[in-house]
């Protein structure tokens, strides 16, 4: 079955950067775009980055453009995400997925809190 297995987060200061990792399984992982979401308490899960398939192609929420910097590894079936110049609004759990719903299927995310 689909599964998506995200990771690296943790606590780290405003101004500090973290990286990312999403290790998907389960379909033809080379075919698809992957996006990066987020949700913080009380909010909506936000769509904040996009890689399409050959990695040639990306798209990013103005919320994290310019700090936030998406990436894949086909052969290992990962996308990343670097993180640069974090703020405490970027405090969310972390979830990986194909953008625009196609799999149901959800990871337990990885949390990122930005706190002094």
């Known amino acids: 079955q689909v599964q998506f297995v995200e990771s690296g987060g943790g606590l780290v200061q405003p101004g500090g950067a973290l990286r990312l990792s999403c290790a998907a399984s389960?379909?033809?992982?080379?075919?698809?775009?992957m996006g990066w979401y987020r949700q913080a308490p009380g909010k909506e899960r936000e769509y904040i980055a996009r890689v399409e398939w050959n990695g040639d192609s990306t798209y990013y929420a103005d919320s994290v453009k310019g700090r936030f910097t998406i990436s894949r590894d086909n052969a290992k079936n990962t996308i990343y995400l670097q993180m640069n110049s974090l703020k405490p609004e970027d405090t969310a759990v972390y979830f990986c997925n194909v953008p625009g719903g196609y799999f149901d299927s959800w990871g337990q995310g990885t949390q990122v809190t930005v706190s002094s």
């Open positions: 389960g379909f033809t992982f080379i075919t698809w775009p």
